[in-house]
């Protein structure tokens, strides 16, 4: 008689089938497709060599003479240096302070002093936290070697498969370390400026990544059952499609809540803890579904990535939340259904087994089929899962609900999200959440765990005596009370420190990479004259591109650091356009976005290494791409923030 457990073992028959290798046509088209419609589309509208690029009109004129007598007036003004110094450093977040009095200048010229003080401590931001220019002080051998350096690492970090198995962490931190080591050898020769290494490396990542790696270690190494084994099983289901769906819905969601850099880390491991629950042969599709939906959802909240709070803190003009979020609702939304369709289509066969195509697939979802496979599968599941809830029965092991310790749990998370929602320092309030997680595992295992238990056993399952130890005299020796081991040898072990190590070794690449001026070179000579109306159509289909090809090369933190520095009063439609185009920029390369390289770290770090640059590529450039100027369009024909600084006088 067949068991409830045999269904699981009789199901998978179909599943044992070798899946033939895609041609190269089935793996690389949709992108080399993709590639070309885009470059058909620029070429229809400014013309193969830009010469339908429009002349500027009278609006713009007008706005980049304002522009140049508002730098100038600034330059001219006379300020307290005592003052400033008092005052300490500006930062992006005391602009915010400044901001706030211009609401409460009722005088014509109280708001005026207001907004030239603003202005004036701005531009003391830009030039202290975005990039300097310092390209002319290199030699043409200076500025090329470094490029030839960063390029050669670019590719070790994308295809570290490639050359000799030390990894990305490793490769990162070899290749700022040999950037440190060649900028001083230029820099003693004459060949470049000094490389102020300590300010490329941007903290607030660095610390926002421990704090939440320190957050999820606790949330699910602190209690068997608790709060992460309920988010896992939130997200189980049978049927492969569905455990997709879910899983791009809560990517999406959670990373416009939160951010994206914490829903990849925290849900990383969950997704291939499922993969290997269910016996997947290829993870990839439900990897796919978590990154590339976490960069599309955290573009809808200003708090969603770090390249959106560096744009709210540097713009010109205020953006609220909630402009910030009408403009950008619809192209996320249309990106989102893209993702999600070509995601069913590319990986149709592993999403719909037993599937004869795409007609089937749609009855599947929308008409409630069922292939033979998909009930196969589905009837191991339920019977697994009744299997198990009647050993537990037998054993005489009660559900378990919410403990004391997942309530809690819950609680922590809970202000953790109130606090974010409210503006505090994200990294701040990471770094507590983890510290007080810490304090709580380590309270409840002094005091409520069970101790271990170190009885030992003979051959026959006898415990055997404690061992008597004597001294010198033959006086018996006390046994010392057993210390617990502490949270430094345990859970504080398993912070991923090494993907620390990955991120300063690209800020060490990319900021020496920055300071040849190349891709600021690179964004002026390829915008041309487009450069002064980077976001009127057409030229905003050309800039767009433009950004997410340096975002995937110089990452996108620096990438918005370059535009504020190059355009300082740039309108608030001009950075949703950047916002929107820099994050779906993530989606086209591994090497696009943080929330990315979090993914594969963490997956590999769990032993499943499929999320890999090669295979991450001919799905993530159509993606990319499709969903880039869809959400272009769309944000071109219906956004709600102006076109123009209403604070430089352009409106």
Known sequence: MMSPLDVEAAA????KKIQPKPSFARKWGPAMIAIAVVVAINAALLGPTGSKIPALSERHEAARELREARTQAIL?????????LKRGRDTASTLRDVRRSLSTADADTSKSDAVMEYTRRRHRVLGDYTHVDVSDQFTAFGKWSVTVIYFAYWVFLMFPNWFLPIGRPGIALGGGLTMVVWRYILFVSG?????????????EPLFLLFGLMLTTIYLEKMERGGLFDKLRDSLDDPISWKRSAKIMAMSTIGSAAVMNDSVVLIFSGVVVDLCVRHKVANSLPYL???????????????????????????????????????NVIL??????????????????SELFPGSSGVVENFGIMFAGKKTPEMLAKENAYYA??????????????EPTGWSIWSKLQVLVVLVFLVFFALGFDVCVVSICAGAILMVMAAYKRQHYDPRPDNTEYDAEGNPLPIKKTYDMDGNEI??????????????????????????????????????????????????????????SVPCVYWFVMIVTILSNIASNVPVVQMLAATFPYATPYDWMQVSFSATIAGNLTMLGSAANMIVAFQAAKVGDRTFTSERHAPFGIPSCLACLYAGT???????????????????
């Not at 573009?299 to 909630?322: E, F």
């Not at 996320?332 to 993702?339: D, K, L």
């Not at 697994?384 to 092991?397: F, S, Y």
Request: contains cysteine; glycine residues 8%.
């Open 288 to 326: 796919l579904s978590l990154a590339t939906t976490a960069n599309i959802g955290s573009g809808l909240t200003m708090t969603g990535n770090p390249q959106n709070i560096l744009i709210v803190s540097l713009a010109y003009d205020d953006i609220g939340w909630a402009e910030f979020a009408s």
């Open 478 to 535: 006390e046994p010392e009370e057993e210390e617990l081991v502490t949270e430094s040898e345990t859970t504080l072990t398993e912070v991923d420190y090494g993907l620390l190590m990955l991120f300063i070794g690209q800020f060490l690449l990319i900021g020496s990479f920055d300071d040849t001026g190349i891709p600021q070179a690179f964004f002026s000579v390829t915008m041309g004259g487009c450069a002064d109306q980077m976001t």
């Open 384 to 397: 697994r899962q009744a299997a198990v809830k009647e050993a537990a029965a037998e054993e005489g092991e």
């Open 76 to 84: 001219d003004m006379d300020y307290d240096p005592e003052a400033d």
């Open 331 to 348: 192209p996320v939304i249309a990106a989102s259904i893209i993702n999600t369709a070509m995601m069913f289509i590319y990986y149709g």
């Open 191 to 203: 060949q470049g400026p000094v490389f102020d290494a300590e300010r490329v490396i941007i903290m």
């Open 12 to 15: 998978p028959e179909t599943t």
């Open 633 to 651: 369009f769309l944000l071109t024909m219906v956004h709600f923030s102006p076109e123009c600084s209403e604070r430089l006088g352009e409106c």
